[in-house]
């Protein structure tokens, strides 16, 4: 049976990347808007649209209903997302952004770009998309795996 070093273990790698990026991420986001990752999450996946569910959103971000209603509902109380009826579904409502909520995407989406480039700033151009291109396709062949096939 061979020996699992976790160093050379990439679903382990990938794992521990990620928290350092999110981390550094979040404690900007932090000092400068007073917000959380999953807020931030919703406020940019709202901004692109006209308005989602909560489900939507989950989907959309890949985060479980409670951290999604928890920062939908933070969000709301600090004025920068709205509930309106959802004309589709009035089991739902949609969850679009407020001015307020404009205006601070509109502050915090070029700092995420500028935190982006120096996360990056040591790759050349055609790396930074070849590691897009390999990053989608590791999400789609690791959408369908199947826990017990592992």
Known sequence: ????????????RLSIASNRVSSAIATAYQALFALKIPEWRLIAV???????????????????????SRAAIALVERGLLRRRPNPDDQRSHLLSLTEAGQTLYESVAPKALELEARLFAGFSADEVATFRAMLDRLEQSAAPLDPEQA
């Open 1 to 12: 049976m061979p020996a699992l070093k976790l160093d050379l273990f990439l679903p382990y």
């Open 46 to 68: 709202i901004a692109e649209s006209d308005g989602l569910t909560q489900q939507a959103l989950g989907v959309a971000t890949r985060m479980d209903k409670v951290t999604v």
